[in-house]
């Protein structure tokens, strides 16, 4: 069988005799069409909102409003949806103040060249753009404490705004179980002690904390926690297909219109486990999500549910950044081993989790069952090894060194896009 493989902007091309089987989610069906049609979608969903009034009434009153957007690492088509809701809360209220709050999270700084990737030249000469800063304390406001016992600390703009609403999209995701949502506000505008709290070691060892599972995660819960506590009152989320274009929008209460959104996307991603494979081969989607190790660790765990123990994932990822986060490489070097490393994490309490502990949390559970090789930029391949994991500069010899661990017999499943497979037992 042969099959193409996301890696940064293009695609690595793979044919094998052993391979058994190819997993992918029925979001490559999914059809989008033109622009214009993308733009239907999303105003179309706007106009019959869920559980909640049109954005232009949302506005009326407001002096101040707030829309929170996505950063440089998620590949939201926000030309297709920030132009609408600005024309549509200006429509409710011409005099209305609108800040775009970019969510980072814990990430950097998104820049000006992204951010003109992202809206376009003209929004970002007309409108006013806030980058978040998690650790910037002058900008920061606590709102309370959260289920968890965290505290929850979020942007002042999004606290002191009259109107709070946001954008994003939704996908499986590896331990909330989907993104979008309500991670607009966590860990999108939050705190970096905020963000430690709610991915700590307890949760995510919590067997609810995993791909396409929201009931009883207790990730989720906070999560939606904060957004009652902030008061976020509107969404604009898409689901995006294979080609990063607009293939579904839901528009309305944060938590309703979030579900309606996960539920439907649910029905393409889901695919059964069956029998596990000696070598799973996966990527991360391709650019923007593969451009650093840090983000490939999200590929791998759809990989790790359908490989046998014992067996190898191989996680194409072009790293065109790099690693991606100083701790997680730090911490992954330093170790002696991924048996060491997960017994320091487990013994480390939620108000002193540390930056990056669940990405490299999440690696070394994969580790202690699965042997990891990467295919990516040379120029990690040092760092790579040092993280205990296996270097190939091309997918043909990563299968080669895995052939070599397996045998020749060996069953081969490739996963194409691992970021939008959630794998059912």
């Known amino acids: 069988m042969r099959t193409e493989i996301p890696y940064g902007k293009g695609h690595l091309t793979f044919e094998h005799e052993n391979i058994t089987r190819i997993v992918e989610s029925r979001i490559c069906d999914m059809k989008s069409g033109s622009p214009g049609m993308q733009n239907k979608m999303v105003l179309d969903a706007m106009a019959e909102p869920t559980d ?16 929170i957007i996505s950063d440089h690492t998620r590949p939201v088509p926000s030309k297709f949806i920030i132009p609408h809701m600005l024309r549509q809360l200006r429509e409710g209220n011409p005099d209305i103040d609108i800040t775009l709050l970019v969510a980072t999270g814990c990430h950097r700084g998104t820049e000006k060249s992204e951010l003109v990737a ?11 753009i806030a980058v978040h800063d998690c650790d910037d304390e002058a900008k920061l406001v606590s709102l309370g404490i959260l289920p968890s016992g965290a505290e929850l600390i979020i942007n002042r703009l999004a606290a002191e705004c009259d109107l709070l609403v946001a954008e994003g999209f939704i996908e499986p995701h590896f331990f909330a179980g989907f993104s979008g949502g309500r991670k607009s506000i966590l860990p999108g ?6 963000v430690l709290g709610n991915h700590c070691s307890a949760f995510i060892d919590h067997p609810k904390a995993r791909m396409g599972v929201l009931d009883g995660n207790p990730i989720h819960t906070d999560m939606e926690a904060a957004v009652r506590m902030t008061g976020l009152k509107y969404i604009v989320n898409v689901i995006v297909n294979g080609q990063k274009e607009v293939a579904a929008a839901f528009a309305g209460d944060p938590v309703t219109a979030h579900r309606k959104g996960c539920d439907f996307l649910m029905e393409y991603c889901s695919v059964p486990v069956g029998k596990k494979a000696d070598i799973v081969i996966t990527s991360n989607g391709g650019a923007p999500l593969d451009q650093n190790a840090y983000q490939a660790v999200k590929g791998m765990t759809t990989a790790e549910s359908f490989a046998a123990d014992g067996g190898v994932v191989i996680i194409c990822a072009e790293c065109a ?19 060491e490393l997960m017994d320091e994490i487990m013994a480390t309490p939620m108000d002193e989790t540390v930056p990056d502990q669940w990405q490299y949390q999440i690696l070394v559970r994969i580790l ?26 091309t997918l043909e010899e990563a299968v080669n060194k895995a052939l070599a661990i397996k045998g020749e017999n060996c069953s081969i499943t490739v996963i194409p896009d691992g970021v939008s497979v959630i794998g059912k037992e």
């Open 189 to 194: 505008i939050c705190s970096r002690k905020t």
């Open 368 to 393: 202690q069952r699965l042997h990891v090789i990467m295919v990516c930029d040379e120029k990690i391949a040092p760092q790579i090894r040092e993280m205990k994991m296996d270097f190939a500069a």
């Open 52 to 67: 909640s009034q049109h954005l232009s009434k949302l506005a009326e009153g407001c002096r101040t409003a707030v829309i």
């Open 321 to 339: 950044d790099g690693l991606g986060g100083d701790v997680f490489y730090e911490k992954m070097a330093g170790c002696a081993g991924p048996d």
């Open 118 to 128: 992202k809206l376009g030249e003209e929004i970002v000469a007309s409108e006013k």
